[in-house]
């Protein structure tokens, strides 16, 4: 038993420590996602030496400590994303109802073809946005019926798992659809005018994962939302960065991306909102986001129900307001923070 533990304690140590490598490669990366399991696994592994090791020997003792301060260094990094912890998005304490926007961020999977979940979904929470994620030619036919509520939209299709779809209530200007960083993945970048008038900027955008099957390295998608981070700082209105980001919330990337474009996090101080695996309750993780900058309070945030997709659908409802940022604030970059993203924009 000693002996399985000390296996099981050791690669447990390891796959926490990995992060902590800040080379792009996959099996570095990847190793990001599982905090929450990793803490679970912790846990029992605490459990498990207090409860069937007898023996007070060096080794015991040693592996004892080593997790205990595993179990502290996971819990401080996942703390800022449970109740308890400050939120860095602030609740609206009087609604303003022509400042207010609700989006809708789902990556649907390409070869679902549950088409009539996602609209009955569409249809129970009434989004203003629409960004619809993994949607092909299928997917643009089978939802036309959305054009007649939503006469705004930006059509993307693609076979490829990266096609996009957004559908606006509200009327869209400058729209453009740029391939950042890869040839074939796109990003949405547009104005959205809302009620009273006020343009804010959204960026919808869903990079390559660090996966063996996809991408071995994350430096495409590290690029993609510093090049997003860049554009959003050196924005003059509200700006909103939603979709399928393909890391973690509390990822180094995540906090660089952060630090970088001035933006906040509605999760912080909410819960984790796990999106991804729906199938599987213990490999879930937070990879659907919708980042915002200090213009903006939150109204509402939920996880949507699933429709046979691998993503569960994330709904944010916020409101402009011109003095939000003096009640919130983002995370701040160094000069190091600074170095890190010009070298991984350099990079490709």
């Not at 296996?7 to 420590?17: K, N, P």
């Not at 030619?137 to 939802?143: D, G, S």
């Not at 009620?195 to 990079?207: D, F, K, N, T």
Request: hydrophobic content about 45%; some cysteine; glycine content about 4%.
């Amino acid at each position: 038993m000693k002996i399985l533990l000390i296996i099981f304690c050791s690669l447990l140590l390891i796959l926490t420590l990995l992060p902590l490598v800040k080379k792009e490669y996959w099996v570095f990366r990847i190793c990001e996602y599982p905090r929450l399991q990793k803490l679970v696994l912790n846990a029992i592994g605490l459990v498990l030496w207090l409860f069937y090791i007898s023996s007070q020997d060096l080794i015991s003792l040693i592996f004892l400590g080593l997790m205990l301060v595993n179990a502290g260094y996971l819990l401080y990094l996942i703390i800022p994303f449970t109740k308890i912890s400050k939120r860095q998005v602030v609740d609206i304490t009087n609604e303003i109802p022509d400042n207010g926007i609700s989006l809708m961020s789902s990556n649907v999977l390409q070869d679902n073809t549950n088409y009539n979940g996602c609209l009955q979904e569409i249809e129970r929470v009434q989004p203003n946005v629409i960004v619809l994620l993994e949607t092909n030619a299928a997917w643009e036919r089978n939802l036309k019926v959305l054009e007649k509520k939503y006469c705004f939209q930006v059509k993307v299709p693609l076979e490829n798992k990266y096609g996009m779809l957004l559908y606006s209530e509200f009327e869209l200007k400058n729209t453009s659809v740029h391939y950042m960083v890869e040839t074939d993945i796109p990003s949405i970048h547009t104005e959205v005018m809302l009620p009273s008038g006020i343009p804010i900027q959204l960026y919808a955008v869903h990079p390559t994962p660090p996966v063996p099957k996809e991408n071995p390295s994350s430096a495409e998608r590290d690029k993609e939302l510093l090049l997003i981070a860049d554009l959003s700082r050196k924005s003059k209105m509200p700006v909103v960065v939603i979709g399928d980001l393909n890391d973690v919330a509390w990822s180094y990337t995540t906090n660089l991306f952060l630090k970088m474009s001035g933006l906040i996090d509605p999760r912080r101080g909410r819960g984790f909102f796990n999106s991804f695996h729906a199938h599987y309750p213990f490999l879930r993780f937070p990879l659907d986001h919708a980042f915002v900058s200090v213009d903006f309070k939150l109204k509402k945030m939920i996880r949507l129900n699933n429709f046979d997709s691998d993503h569960f659908p994330i709904f944010i409802s916020l409101q402009y307001e011109k003095n939000a940022h003096l009640e919130q604030d983002g995370l701040k970059p160094d000069a190091d923070d600074a170095k890190v993203a010009q070298e991984k924009k350099e990079q490709v």
